[in-house]
């Protein structure tokens, strides 16, 4: 029998998805234990393809398990993953809590694999799906040509501010929908009323804020995308600069990349390391119309790279347009990623 996992925070958005994933995924696993707020607890859950009843979260329910995934709120994963980790759980991360402790490894599989067994907190982080959306196929990139820089912007969904993202996104859709506004300062906002977790309309609308202000007029998501990107390719000094967009979408970030590399870079070069790269999907002849879009990838597993160019003033720089679906690889499978690895240590 395999080893105990535990899903903590398994009614929420990103563990509903992980359920999924995890019914589809290689199954290792013995048991597999639900846990929740004590709100949640008694409902029942499917989990390759049974029901599974949904415990309370408390110290008892850590009892004989060997990891266990967190998709809870920072403060939440503050206060218990130390507990799981204390009776002897590895514990991985999905919140903003611990990435950037220097006890606790960042880890994306396709880049960082090894960071898993330095962990002297028993607790390994999960990076955030806007920096997990670009960061595989960065980190091909980078191993064969050496980033110096990385300029992006995002064009992040809804989903990543949870329920009340799509539900606003939806509900301000329902109240435009069949009207030509769009075309007068302000007639959308007056028109949809409630803003819901942004600042400005986001239906008909691009909105350049996510996340919550920080020093200097940054946002917390630009300073995770800098953050996070030196932490999991181990250049503390990388030049990074983002700019966070929310857009009208529900699920599946976008980013454009302006990427710049110790040495000349061609874009022939960039195509057959994108191609051989695992967990990326190349996906680039604009002139068949061929570019990843997130209606086209959403439910997908891979980070989708297109339109990939060489900058025009800079033999060493490639501009790329990069797509992932933030809940799958930004956030529960990678979770279930470093799960496995974790879990393939102890069957060695
Ligand atoms: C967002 N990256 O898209 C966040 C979610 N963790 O708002």
Same mark, same amino acid.
């Given at each position: ?7 903590? @925070? ?18 290792? /696993? ?20 049974? *029901? ?9 329910? %850590? ?16 206060? /218990? ?6 009776? @002897? ?55 064969? &040509?050496?980033? @110096? ?30 009207? *030509? ?46 953050? *996070?990107?030196?932490?999991?390719? @181990? ?25 710049? &590399? *110790? ?40 980070? /989708? ?15 790329? %347009? ?27």
């Amino acid at each position: 029998r395999g080893p105990t996992l535990a899903v903590v @925070g398994a009614t929420g958005a990103v563990g509903t998805v992980l359920l999924s994933i995890l019914s589809e995924r290689k199954d290792i /696993w013995g048991e597999i234990r639900l846990i929740a707020s004590p709100r949640s607890a008694g409902r029942k859950l499917t989990v390759r393809g049974e *029901e599974v009843e949904v415990v309370a979260l408390g110290e008892a329910a %850590f009892d004989g398990v060997d990891v266990a995934l967190f998709d809870v709120p920072d403060e939440v994963s503050a206060q /218990w993953a130390p507990v799981a980790a204390a009776r @002897g759980a590895v514990v991985v991360d999905n919140s903003g809590a611990f990435r950037m402790d220097p006890d606790v490894p960042l880890v994306v599989p396709e880049v960082n694999p090894h960071a898993v067994r330095n962990r002297p907190r028993s607790i390994i982080a999960n990076p955030n799906c806007t920096t997990l959306s670009m960061i595989v196929a960065m980190g091909a990139l980078h191993a064969e &040509f050496g980033l @110096g820089e990385l300029i992006v912007s995002s064009y992040q969904a809804v989903s990543g501010s949870g329920k009340e993202g799509v539900d606003t996104l939806r509900e301000q859709l329902g109240k435009l929908a069949g009207t *030509e506004l769009g075309t007068q300062p302000g007639d959308i906002r007056r028109a949809v009323g409630d803003l819901g977790p942004y600042p400005a309309p986001i239906a008909l609308n691009v909105v350049p804020f996510a996340g919550s202000l920080k020093e200097d007029g940054w946002t917390s998501e630009e300073l995770k995308v800098r953050d *996070e990107s030196r932490k999991i390719l @181990g250049l503390p000094e990388l030049r990074v600069t983002a700019t966070c967009v929310r857009v009208p979408v529900v699920t599946t970030h976008s980013l454009t990349v302006h990427a710049r &590399f *110790e040495n000349e870079v061609t874009v022939a070069q960039a195509h057959e390391i994108l191609r051989a790269a695992p967990g990326v999907v190349l996906c680039d002849d604009p002139a068949a119309g061929d570019f990843p879009t997130p209606a086209d990838v959403v439910g997908t597993d891979p980070t /989708w790279v297109g339109r990939v160019r060489r900058s025009m003033d800079d033999p060493c720089a490639l501009e790329l %347009f990069v797509c992932g679906d933030n809940l799958r690889k930004g956030a529960a499978l990678n979770t279930a990623q470093i799960a496995e690895l974790v879990a393939a240590e102890s069957a060695a």
